[in-house]
């Protein structure tokens, strides 16, 4: 089954970034176009985790290691996505 995933996964992704491609043909938006495409992911995200657990903010406890992590993961994901988006544009 997990294969069935992937494969939307990618269908999905490379869709998205032939969308991301064509609306990025007006030099920069490149911006715009990333702000607007992770605040849709995050608030549907949000969406679907408050409709499975009832809340929007877990209550779990999280160690100090897991927040450094958190940190340079979505440090490292901003600067991926800039040189990405510099790269369709």
Sequence with gaps: MWIIYSLFGA???ASEMAIKKKAL???GV???IAFIAFTFAGLLLWGVY???GGSLWPIY?????FWQGMFWGVTL?????????KALD
């Design 30 to 32: 490149n911006n715009f």
């Design 77 to 85: 994901n901003i600067l991926a996505v800039y040189f990405l988006y």
């Design 11 to 13: 269908f999905f992704q």
């Design 25 to 27: 043909q007006t030099r």
């Design 50 to 52: 408050f409709w499975q």
């Design 61 to 65: 406890e999280l160690s100090d290691k």
